[in-house]
């Protein structure tokens, strides 16, 4: 069952990144290009919505690399304290499973 329960959350977190991935070049571009068409009705042209529109894309663009590059660099980075960061890291997860057997004893 809590192999289960991981699985899932590994699903909804993916979901997630996946959404974010969308909206972060959906929204640059949604709005500048409501911008371009505010504009060009405000100034009667025809171009600027185009210009705009090619702005908002870029920076949606620039915001998914971005985005990219810090998954990928927190993926590809080695526990930050180094071996004896780990070992502390291991006994503190000991210490946390014997505090919650213990706390489930005295129930």
């Known amino acids: ?6 699985d899932n959350r590994i699903v909804f977190q993916s979901l997630a990144m996946i959404m974010q991935f969308g909206l972060n070049m ?11 068409v505010w504009l060009d009705g405000k100034f009667g042209t025809s171009y600027l ?3 705009l529109f090619a702005a908002g894309a870029a920076a949606g663009g ?12 927190a993926a590809d ?6 071996p004896e960061g780990r070992e502390k890291d ?5 210490d946390f499973r014997e505090n919650n057997r ?4 005295g129930e």
Not at 1 to 6: A, E, G, N, P, T
């Open 1 to 6: 069952m809590k192999r289960r329960k991981d």
């Open 49 to 51: 919505t185009i210009i």
């Open 77 to 82: 980075m080695p526990h930050a304290s180094g």
């Open 26 to 36: 959906l929204v640059p571009i949604c709005i500048m290009s409501a911008l371009g």
């Open 90 to 94: 291991k006994d503190k997860k000991g």
């Open 62 to 73: 620039q915001n998914v690399f971005r985005m990219a590059k810090r998954i990928s660099d």
């Open 102 to 105: 213990e706390a489930e004893k």
